[in-house]
């Protein structure tokens, strides 16, 4: 028997402003977009910005449904459409922000496995982590430049599936 183990890495920045100006951009295109969130059942707002190798900053916010399980995350709604309108073009980069209408959400929230496990696809398309900005509404800005390997190490890939 041998133990299996994989680390993850991420950077840890006090302040926002100790980040360079894209990446301050990128976060405050998800705060923007955080505000759009239909999230009236869990009154819980996530704002997602990609940016593409293109330039272009594509956004999403999660949409929610009085069927619960009928709406999806922010991520799956930026990545989504990312992958309807831009089939060709790489995602370089992804802030994801939240904040709660009744608590303080304090420092970063992590995506769901689902949102990890459908961003890494992209990742494998595309050959190329996403790196990955993650900020609540107090507390510290998480950076994992690896993507999402950093969340979920043992995702499930199988190279023959693609066949
Ligand atoms: N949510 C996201 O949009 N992204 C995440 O990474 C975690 C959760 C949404 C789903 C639901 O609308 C609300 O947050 C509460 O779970």
Redesign the pocket.
Known sequence: MEIVKRESVVKEFTNESELGSADQELLAEARKVMET?Y?P??R?L?G?ALRLANGVIVTG????NMAYPS?L???RVAIFYAGANFPDVPVLEMA?T?RAKDYNVKGP????GA?LQSLSEYEVRFKQPIRTLLQGQDGPVWLAEEGTKTFLPFQFFVEELKR
Not at 61 to 64: K, P, R
Not at 109 to 112: D, F, K, R, V
């Open positions: 969130a999230a059942y869990s819980f996530v997602c916010s999660n949409q929610e709406g995350c922010a991520e994801i939240a929230i992590m995506s769901c949102c």
